[in-house]
């Protein structure tokens, strides 16, 4: 076997450039004591240190309609707003959902957040992919109960169906002992120092910035062969046309 790289003295390239936005899914409103934030709150200390402009948004304090059209207004209800929210997630270059674990599951704002992404996933960027395309993807759960994993395996494979990337170790979480018990950020829960749980928000954050340098680079996932334009013209690059047999 080889033996182990030493590890860089440096971060291989700059990330303050990079936009990074947290949607905190929690279900308390502000100002209540989010334990989710606390776990937000490693991840974005990360990307302070880098120059990285972060963002967060607790969605449960926004007006946001229910439904699965980019604009709830036109659709009966008197105020939405995604559609402002919508803008501040194109203007990132990085999106972490954050939220809680209820009955094993995601929690019911997380799942909103999800659907109101969907409801934007038919939109296109000016290269005729899906509009979501060349950003990357991640995802941080708390709770006190078993489920991390099922909530993370569901909110990773939403957002890179819409059209995220997903690097490696995408997510984090922590969930305490089974049953009712301590919060993350409750005293002496022993979460904040949970070095599995500090590792991993280590390795997805600096995951998340190092592939979004890499997607920003290159100027996002190349147009060839996922041009939502271009198929609906016609073109079906590397497949026969049926009607040339």
């Known amino acids: 076997m080889t033996s182990p790289t030493e590890p860089a003295a440096e971060p291989p390239a700059r990330y303050d450039d990079l936009r990074a936005l947290y949607i905190n899914c929690t279900l308390k409103r502000s100002p209540e004591r989010s334990n989710t934030q606390g776990l937000v709150d490693r991840s974005m200390a990360i990307m302070h240190a880098q120059g990285v402009r972060t963002e967060l948004i607790r969605a449960v304090d926004e007006d946001i309609a229910t439904g699965v059209w980019p604009d709830m207004t036109d659709h009966g209800w008197p105020s ?26 995601n929690g019911s704002v997380t799942r909103q957040i999800i659907e109101r ?13 899906y509009a979501y395309y060349g950003r990357v993807g991640g995802c941080l759960i708390t709770g006190n109960e078993d489920g991390a994993k099922h909530c993370s395996t569901a909110v990773l494979y939403s957002l890179q169906h819409v059209g995220y990337t997903i690097p490696p170790q995408a997510d984090a979480g922590w969930v305490g002992a089974a049953g009712p018990g301590p919060s993350y950020l409750d005293p002496g829960s022993g979460g904040p120092e949970n070095d599995f ?12 910035l190092h592939l979004a340098r890499l997607l920003k680079d290159a100027g ?3 147009a060839y062969g996922n041009q939502r334009s271009a198929w609906d013209a016609g073109m079906r690059p590397g497949s026969e046309n049926p009607e040339h047999r």
Request: charged letters at 15%.
């Open 117 to 129: 992404l969907y409801s934007c996933s038919s939109e296109l960027n000016d290269r005729g992919q």
């Open 197 to 208: 749980t500090n590792r991993n928000t280590a390795f997805m954050t600096w995951n998340l």
């Open 220 to 222: 996002g996932i190349p």
């Open 80 to 105: 939405d707003a995604w559609p402002e929210i919508y803008a501040r997630v194109l203007a990132a270059d990085i999106l972490v959902l954050a939220g809680p674990v209820w009955l094993g599951d």
